[in-house]
């Protein structure tokens, strides 16, 4: 059991260390201030018309989307409830300590945006070794793939469409490093997991239920 919990806390440990440069990853795309990549786009949206924290923002959509896949019968883990959680709360607390400036200029803005989209590779990473389940856009993106039959690339393109432009519509950010994050956040992604020679295929997520049996054996 001692082995177990040390490993169990080693998991724990990466997911929120993941969680963290995650959120760090976000702030820096919109500091980048040449636009937010598509589900920020949608959080800022949503920011201009209510006047929430992005943090809230970010959490509620999360709790809601985890409704709705639940109820689509997809299963989540102990790593989307932290990752509502904790990102929520992370993205707040980054933006009150006011450690990370806004660019004055799209060449700033440029390499504030691609380390972002790195930084988030790198958060990933860490998140997915993990194994504790998908984050709730994943998830949803996972239903989507699964009601429709339809290729996950496509499905994944159609809904950062979508909340891209509901998003603009309620006043987020929409720019040119919004194609760019759409662009070449897979590539980072890809390139952060070669560097780690991380094998994406090889983790075995677990459901909130094994987590919770795993943690009740003796």
């Known amino acids: ?11 724990l440990f990466n997911m929120v260390i993941g969680l963290f440069l995650f959120s760090t990853g976000i702030i820096l795309t919109i500091r980048a201030n040449i636009g937010a990549s598509p589900w920020d786009v949608f959080h800022l949206g949503i920011i201009n018309k209510t ?15 985890v409704i709705i896949v639940t109820i689509l019968k997809e299963k989540f883990g102990l790593g989307t ?10 993205l707040d607390l980054i933006l009150w300590l006011d450690v990370i400036p806004t660019a004055l ?22 998140y997915i070794k993990s194994g504790f389940g998908a ?17 996950v ?11 891209t432009i509901i998003g603009w519509i309620l006043g987020g950010k929409v720019g040119f490093g919004t194609v760019i994050s759409v662009i070449a956040i897979g590539f980072c992604i890809q390139i952060v997991f070669k560097i780690f020679k991380f ?5 075995k997520h677990e459901t909130l ?3 919770l049996a795993n943690l009740r054996r003796p």
């Not at 001692?2 to 080693?10: A, G, R, S, W």
């Not at 006047?51 to 989307?65: D, E, W």
């Not at 690339?153 to 909340?163: A, I, N, S, Y």
């Not at 094998?199 to 983790?203: A, Y």
């Open 135 to 151: 984050g709730p856009r994943d998830s949803l993106m996972v239903v989507i793939t699964r009601k429709t039959k339809l290729p």
């Open 1 to 11: 059991m001692e082995f177990f919990l040390k490993i169990f806390f080693t998991r």
């Open 105 to 126: 200029n799209p060449v700033f803005g440029t390499i504030m945006l691609l380390s972002g989209l790195f930084t988030i590779a790198i958060g990933t990473y860490f």
């Open 199 to 203: 094998d994406v295929t090889s983790v």
């Open 209 to 211: 239920k094994e987590t």
């Open 81 to 90: 409830i932290f990752n509502i959680i904790l990102i929520g709360l992370f």
């Open 51 to 65: 006047g929430l924290t992005l943090g809230f923002v970010t959490a509620l959509v999360g709790v809601l989307i």
């Open 153 to 163: 690339g496509l499905c994944r393109g159609v809904m950062e469409l979508f909340v």
